[in-house]
């Protein structure tokens, strides 16, 4: 493509002029690695510095944590004789999830880098290394370097190749304009996804609370006022089971729009159908027989598998409620075999009166609908980033 029409869709008020092309070569001074511990040192021996693995960041967020292995000083100092890390580098990762980033933003000083970890060092006279960071992850530049890709089962880059990469740069005053507007957008995102994380261990942490276990009749927290034992009762005396075969798509093809194919895990919605019979006999939990997960619905949907039951109550038992009650039940999974008659129905729980678990039910639906409003934003934010990032990069 000519320099001359190197220009994006969408631009800040003031900038008109063309974008330059450069490989990677002319806008990175040094790619370099850490080391792996082969006869150089050994993992997990007592040190407390951090070896930050590919796992260890994902989609510019460091995890220093128990996840990572852990290193002396003197093996920490081996390591950062080899990968030399400064602030401003960006590491990258070069096996398995190639092509995602992390920005050194400050000194390393107690974690270090694994061989399967590149560092980019960005030449600050032709590129901002912000700029360089979110470049990086658009579109275009993404589906360059995993072009570059080999191996079918262990894929990888190498860095010969990675320096082929072209990227496309405008002047360095709209490089940090752009850099500062998408990382604002990005503190935002981060903002929401740790609201809604926190969300889910506060639920997690509610049901294992809210609900008596280890052979007791009282929970271990309830609202003021209630006293009374819980009532013991199976689960096959709250719900009862439909089979889903009436419900149930004939092959794996899925639409834009129509009614929801749902599974019970953490997919949900594996698409639509435009096609008769539905599940609409009102609001159901879904339970898929193996694997034990299970979801609340309250709207038409039909299943794309056999080994899903559906649950309804029996008697005056309230549906949500018993979706919270079997979502805090222990059951341990039996191999891959069908559990929900010879298991699950015949497992004992214990059950409040109605207004106690009117009380519950209340509680954890607010906090289950503010995990969806967090949930829905992050997506809708991610998705305007996405957008931006192939109208704001060339």
Not at 85 to 105: A, E, M, P, Q
Not at 231 to 259: A, C, S, V, W
Not at 324 to 353: C, D, K, W
């Amino acid at each position: 493509m000519s320099e001359n029409l190197l220009k994006p869709r969408i631009r800040f008020k003031g900038f008109t002029d063309a974008w330059k092309q450069r490989k990677f070569d002319e806008v990175v001074n040094r790619i370099g690695t850490g080391l792996n511990p082969r006869d150089n040192f050994v993992l997990n021996n007592g040190g407390k510095n951090y070896y930050v693995t590919i796992k260890n960041f994902e989609h510019g967020h460091l995890y220093l944590d128990d996840n990572c292995d852990k290193v002396d000083d003197e093996a920490l100092k081996i390591i950062q004789e080899r990968s030399d890390l400064k602030t401003n580098d960006i590491l990258f990762t070069s096996i398995g999830r190639i092509g995602d980033c992390y920005l050194i933003r400050n000194q390393p000083k107690n974690w270090n880098i694994n061989e399967s970890v590149f560092t980019l060092r960005p030449n600050q006279n032709e590129v901002d290394p912000e700029y360089l960071f979110h470049v990086i992850h658009s579109e275009k530049v993404l589906n360059q370097i995993l072009n570059d890709v080999t191996g079918s089962t262990f894929k990888s880059i190498k860095i010969g190749d990675l320096k082929k990469t072209e990227i496309s740069k405008p002047n360095k005053v709209e490089q940090l304009k752009i850099a500062k507007f998408v990382t604002k957008l990005d503190d935002i995102i981060t903002l929401h996804q740790r609201k809604y994380e926190k969300l889910l261990q506060i639920k997690k942490s509610l049901l294992e609370k809210m609900f008596p276990t280890d052979g007791m009749d009282k929970p271990k927290i309830r609202f003021k006022g209630y006293t009374d034992a819980w009532k013991q009762r199976k689960i096959e005396d709250i719900l009862k089971f439909e089979r889903p075969d009436k419900y149930m798509i004939n092959d794996d093809h899925y639409q834009e729009t129509g009614i929801p194919v749902l599974t019970a895990n953490k997919a949900f919605i594996l698409g639509y159908r435009e096609e008769s019979g539905a599940y609409d006999k009102g609001s159901c939990i879904i339970y898929d027989d193996f694997t034990l997960d299970l979801k609340y619905v309250d709207f038409p949907f039909k299943v794309n598998s056999s080994v899903i039951k559906i649950l309804t109550p029996k008697n005056d038992s309230d549906i949500m409620f018993d979706y919270y009650l079997l979502s805090s039940t222990p059951i341990l999974q039996q191999g891959h075999a069908r559990h929900y008659i010879s298991v699950v129905q015949p497992t004992e729980v214990r059950v409040p009166n109605g207004e106690e678990s009117e009380k519950i039910k209340t509680l954890l639906s607010g906090i289950e609908n503010l995990i969806t409003l967090h949930q829905r934003k992050c997506e809708k934010l991610k998705n305007i980033k996405k957008s931006l990032l192939e109208k704001m990069f060339v």
